[in-house]
């Protein structure tokens, strides 16, 4: 995996039902629940302004976190549901799924161009195109990627990028078994227009010539 496993502090939740859960929003608290592997279902509460900036920050259901919880082992957990007030929009309620190193998963990772500004189809005036800002993987817990990447440096306008153009991360597959369209380089639209004009203009003499 790039990049360190970031930590997420929580701390177990004493009680259980609506009102335990009520209780922990009133104290600012976001009440959850960590499920799977060998144990017992733990509920738990996270601080609510930790939560909210990690969700603003994106990608945050695709992140594996090293969860600190007092009086248990660290352990290795994705989220698996944000549960949100339907009329604020916030959390007000996360599921985590315990993780080994050896687990796989489907997660959806982002897709990083590369080399946009020397790009021969770019610099003509083309389009870039993106079909699939983000690509769902099988990946292993251990080894999650940060992104994927795709070098534009020789694509030119028509070009459309496939994810066998992709060099994918050591143990990570697509969990689509077909070889679906990521991006094209489109022409700009004034060429388009000219290209559309000038096939009309041939329809039209071609069909007074009859």
């Not at 701390?11 to 499920?35: I, L, N, Y």
């Not at 738990?44 to 259901?61: D, Q, S, T, V, Y």
């Given at each position: ?37 060998d144990a ?69 990772i982002h ?100």
């Open positions: 995996m790039a990049g360190e496993i970031p930590d997420l502090h929580a701390e177990v939740r004493t009680g259980t039902g609506k009102g335990a859960a009520r209780q922990a929003r009133r104290e600012g608290k976001v009440p959850g629940v960590v499920f799977g592997g017992d279902p733990v509920a738990i509460n996270l601080p609510f302004n930790e939560l909210f900036k990690r969700l603003k920050a994106g990608r945050f259901k695709s992140t594996l976190f090293n969860m600190k919880l007092d009086g248990h082992d660290d352990v290795r957990v994705i989220c698996r549901d944000v549960q949100r007030d339907v009329v604020k929009d916030l959390p007000t309620h996360v599921d985590f799924m315990r993780l080994r190193r050896t687990s796989r998963i489907n997660l959806f897709v990083d161009f590369l080399n946009q500004e020397t790009c021969p189809g770019l610099k003509k005036g083309g389009v870039l195109t993106v079909v699939r800002p983000e690509v769902e993987l099988n990946v292993l817990a251990g080894d999650i990627p940060e992104k994927i990447e795709i070098d534009l440096a020789e694509t030119d306008i028509g070009d459309v990028l496939h994810i066998s153009d992709v060099t994918l991360p050591e143990g990570a597959k697509a969990t689509i078994d077909r070889d679906f369209v990521i991006a094209n380089i489109s022409a700009p639209s004034g060429l388009r227009s000219a290209e559309d004009e000038a096939e009309g203009e041939g329809e039209e003499a071609e069909g007074g010539e009859e």
